[in-house]
């Protein structure tokens, strides 16, 4: 059964990485860095302070880091060295050699979980449960779901080690939004707990997308 989901997880690695283009070399690239996460940290922070006092803002901006912390130190230093499956990208891996690579990038040396996958979809979880607004909801799975796609893309990891990393990461996000939304309610007088309707979220949609456009524009000028 192993073997079956092994050999499973390279065959749909090696097609999903094999339709390559120019245009979505560029594209791939600029989506799986860290620049395209100002905005929407940004506009993150914006929600938040038109919705709650300060005390609460700050709560949830270290629940915030937390995930991140959380979802990158236990896929990178905790459950890497214990499974020590090697990137598909890697030298020392057979099927280096049939793996598209773009710019010469081949990360790192273990890959299982995705960091990427975890960070994105630990953030995904805590906001979906923090704002509950089914656009942004879905908008917010979407962003996660690209920034992992980057991975597949690029060679850099299986599917298997992203779906991993969105469930480490996903668990993670979850566990903190509950944990920190009970300290929330804890040092907010009433008029400063969580109101009725969110203000402003759709902001946070606009500046995915002008991101979005901004690389699509990129990826065009540059192939």
Not at 107 to 121: D, I, K, L, T, V
Request: with cysteine; net charge positive; charged share 10%.
């Amino acid at each position: 059964m192993i073997d079956y989901l092994a050999e499973l997880d390279t065959q749909l690695l090696l097609f999903f990485n094999g339709m390559h283009a120019p245009f979505w070399d560029y594209f791939m690239t600029a989506f799986t860095g860290k620049v395209i996460w100002v905005p929407m940290y940004a506009t993150i922070l914006y929600i938040l302070f038109q919705n709650f006092h300060w005390k609460v803002v700050l709560c949830y901006i270290v629940a915030i880091a937390l995930t991140i912390t959380f979802a990158d130190q236990m896929c990178n230093s905790i459950i890497r060295p214990l499974i020590g499956r090697l990137r598909p990208s890697h030298l020392e891996n057979p099927i280096s050699d049939l793996v598209y690579i773009v710019n010469g990038k081949r990360g790192g040396g273990f890959g299982f979980p995705s960091c990427h996958a975890a960070n994105s979809f630990g953030l995904a979880v805590f906001l979906i449960c923090l704002f509950r607004k089914r656009w942004l909801s879905l908008f917010i799975v979407l962003w996660a779901l690209t920034n992992s796609y980057t991975r597949l893309y690029l060679g850099l990891h299986y599917p298997g080690d992203l779906l991993a990393g969105a469930i480490v990461g996903g668990a993670g996000g979850g566990l903190l939004y509950f944990l920190f939304h009970k300290l929330s309610q804890r040092i907010a007088v009433p008029e400063q707990k969580r109101p009725a309707e969110m203000k402003q979220t759709e902001v946070m949609i606009y500046a995915g997308l002008l991101t979005v456009f901004g690389i699509v524009i990129y990826a065009f000028i540059q192939s």
